[in-house]
């Protein structure tokens, strides 16, 4: 299902938020303004949900509800709210309403991240204890797609959602708190040790 063409960028808008208030206003550029949401965010969204359900088709459909609810609630949009925080807010709700309806178990207890081992290689440790965004953007580019998804797979819901919001749609951990509803400690503890656990089972991938 196509939802929107591909409508050129609005020159003079300069931000996700500026967008939004078009749509939110019923502007006359209000259409061009969200498929400029749209395409920036299709490929990002539909990432995140496939790292919850793992599939394909349902991580498409869900892509597709989720900027259909995006446009629904337009007017419940607070403009000085960031605008990914508020659509990746939608996507988690979208896909958690899913997985209850498929009676599939949205957390698990932490204790069902991968097993850590404790022979750590120097180079390891630094990449774990690393937080900057592009020590995390490094985590996974020189490690096969095919493992990358095997091993994101082994994480728990909980654990997948934040390591995905980190690493491949570079949110920051006071927006993946919010996001999450969890403390901002309680990420970056639940990231830290996803990144142990995601070297390991990458190293063992190479062997």
């Known amino acids: 299902m196509k939802l929107f063409g591909k409508l ?3 020159p003079l808008v300069k931000s996700d938020e500026d967008l939004m208030l078009l749509v939110m206003q019923n502007h006359p550029e209000a259409r061009k303004a969200f498929d400029a949401l749209y395409g920036k ?4 969204i539909m990432s995140y949900i496939y790292s919850m359900t793992l599939n394909q088709d349902h991580s498409e459909d ?3 509800e989720t900027f259909l609810k995006l446009y629904r609630a337009r007017d419940s949009y607070q403009p000085t709210a960031k605008f990914s ?3 990746w807010t939608i996507a988690k709700h979208t896909t958690y309403d899913h997985l209850r309806r498929k009676k599939e178990r949205l957390y698990s207890n932490d204790s069902h991240l991968l097993d850590e081992s404790t022979d750590k290689t120097i180079d390891q440790h630094a990449i774990v204890m690393d937080e900057s965004p592009l020590a995390d953007e490094r985590l996974t580019q020189q490690v096969d797609e095919a493992r990358v998804r095997e091993c994101l797979s082994r994480l728990s819901p909980r654990a997948k959602q934040i390591v995905n919001l980190r690493i491949f749609s570079e949110e920051s951990y006071e927006a ?5 509803s969890e403390p901002e400690g309680t990420v970056k503890t639940i990231l830290h040790r996803s990144k142990a656990s995601l070297v390991e089972c990458f ?3 190479q062997t």
């Open 8 to 10: 050129p960028v609005l």
């Open 41 to 44: 965010y299709k490929r990002p």
């Open 62 to 64: 869900l892509t597709q």
């Open 85 to 87: 925080t508020y659509l």
């Open 176 to 180: 993946i708190s919010r996001i999450t």
């Open 203 to 205: 190293k063992k991938g």
